[in-house]
């Protein structure tokens, strides 16, 4: 892959990384409202599909759902997976 091809991809996973934080902000903002929330499936497939580091920032950044076991366990288990993933991807990239 070329620089700019790896560039677009790291800028891409950053932006949904964000996105990622602002559903969870926006959650914790609905809850203290006492308003409809988002879907805990819809913040989790957020985390699932590369916003994990995103996601577990906004968890303790904010102190939001760090009492559920499949937050406080399943996102951190997303990003070392992730990261493993990634680290397979870069190994066989720059290895081979």
Same mark, same amino acid.
């Given at each position: ?26 959650? &914790?903002? +609905? ?6 929330? =988002?879907?805990?499936?819809?913040? %989790?497939? #957020?985390? @699932? ?15 939001? &759902?760090? +009492? ?6 399943? =996102?951190?288990?997303?990003?070392? %997976?992730? #990261?493993? @993933? ?11």
């Amino acid at each position: 892959m070329t620089k700019e091809l790896w560039l677009t991809l790291l800028s891409l996973l950053a932006i949904w990384n964000l996105v990622t934080f602002c559903l969870y902000a926006a959650d &914790k903002s +609905l809850a203290r409202r006492g308003r409809r929330r =988002i879907r805990e499936r819809t913040l %989790l497939l #957020a985390a @699932f599909f590369g916003g994990s580091p995103g996601a577990l920032f906004a968890m303790y950044s904010l102190r939001h &759902k760090t +009492l559920h076991k499949k937050f406080t366990l399943g =996102i951190p288990a997303m990003l070392i %997976l992730q #990261a493993g @993933f990634a680290i397979f991807l870069l190994s066989r990239h720059f290895f081979s």
